[in-house]
């Protein structure tokens, strides 16, 4: 099996069980429904350029934020903190299941589970690819 269908059913089993997690303790679903799609505002800062779009976007949509958040509401019995971070990962989890995957500062389409490439961005192993683009100015 190939390591992007790994991450794939991987992101598929985290988004169940953070969605399930979420019911099971009694998020209400208008909030579930609320905050789904919210990381995904972080694509606006794509409007300053490829680097700043892709800093911002991958800060919002790795594990590592809601899994925080989870632990500081858990931690501190603030519900809503945990809610949120269900949501959350529940979120990127779905995201990573359809191949959307965080992203390269070559370009938006250009991703850690996809080859694809915006435009006239170069195609190759991507730690070249952030090397070679690391002098030149964003589009």
């Known amino acids: 099996m190939q390591p992007t269908h790994i991450l794939r059913l991987e992101g598929a089993g985290l988004a169940a069980v953070a969605t399930a997690t979420y019911f099971i303790i009694g998020g209400p679903i208008w909030l579930f429904v609320v905050l789904a799609l919210a990381p995904d505002i972080s694509m606006l800062a ?14 919002f949509h790795t594990y590592l934020a809601p899994a925080t958040l989870g632990v500081v509401g858990v931690w501190s019995s603030v519900t809503p903190f945990v809610l949120i971070a269900l949501v959350w990962a529940a979120h990127i989890g779905v995201d990573r299941a359809v191949g959307y ?39």
């Open 46 to 59: 794509y409007l300053g350029g490829n680097r700043v779009g892709s800093t911002v976007y991958n800060t």
């Open 101 to 139: 995957g965080l992203k390269y500062p070559t370009g938006f389409k250009h991703t850690h589970l996809s080859g694809d490439t915006d435009g006239n961005a170069p195609t190759g192993n991507p730690t070249e690819l952030v090397s070679n683009v690391a002098g030149e100015r964003d589009n």
